[in-house]
């Protein structure tokens, strides 16, 4: 009888501390993931006014969005936010996130801004996994390269000068790395089809905020 008492104890002991351990890690992955979201969203506001300067502008770019679903552009089956910049009343930037899936490494978040007349306002990365020395370059404290981009012009896909130039292009490429910087230039060209495609959207004034744009995926 000792002995079942003794392992009846230890199996209710056991149990109280399988309870007790599981509740710890529920709430610190709960801690952490409401953390991880601050960061990110703290990360995102900083990319974005780095391409529009918060002082330009007449609102907040963190709630004048349009959602929109496009796997062939995000990567992604979630809706994702596009971030629209205003001036005078009416929309003159748009922030289009996109994610280029032939890094060398995987894939590469962006996002990229376009303004009404279709020029770059500005390229960021928000994340990638290229590699540290050569790929990362596309990150604006290690590289100015994004930097690039900014006023140029897509004339579409009959523009053979939107390419790195390695392969004939007008964007420089990295010593000793092609394939992180050509994804970038084929997102961002990617990004400035999808604004061309909806720009009538994009740009209206009187849009509901957090609609989708009519013809998006």
Not at 114 to 140: F, Q, W, Y
Request: zero cysteines; glycine letters at 8%; proline letters at 4%.
């Amino acid at each position: 009888m000792d002995m079942l008492t003794a392992i009846r104890n230890s199996a209710v002991g056991l149990s109280i501390f399988a309870v007790i351990t599981s509740g710890a890690i529920a709430l610190t992955q709960l801690s952490t993931h409401e953390q991880i979201q601050i960061n990110e969203r703290e990360a995102r506001a900083k990319a974005l006014y780095q391409i529009v300067p918060q002082a330009s502008i007449e609102n907040n770019l963190l709630e004048d969005t349009v959602s929109i679903n496009s796997p062939s552009l995000t990567g992604s089956a979630a809706a994702v936010e596009i971030f629209r910049a205003r001036r005078h009343g009416q929309v003159s930037t748009v922030i289009i996130p996109v994610t280029a899936p032939d890094g060398y490494t995987g894939n590469i978040d962006m996002i990229v801004g376009i303004n009404a007349d279709e020029s770059v306002a500005g390229v960021r990365v928000l994340a990638h996994k290229e590699t540290p020395g050569l790929g990362d370059k596309v990150e604006l404290k290690k590289s100015d390269w994004l930097l690039s981009f900014d006023g140029q012009h897509y004339e579409g896909n009959d523009d053979p000068s939107w390419a790195v130039k390695k392969d004939g292009g007008r964007f420089d490429q990295f010593t000793g790395a092609t394939i992180t910087p050509r994804a970038v230039v084929n997102a961002t060209a990617r990004a400035i089809h999808y604004f061309r495609e909806h720009k009538a959207a994009l740009l209206d004034s009187q849009s509901d905020l957090n609609s989708t744009p009519a013809g998006a995926e």
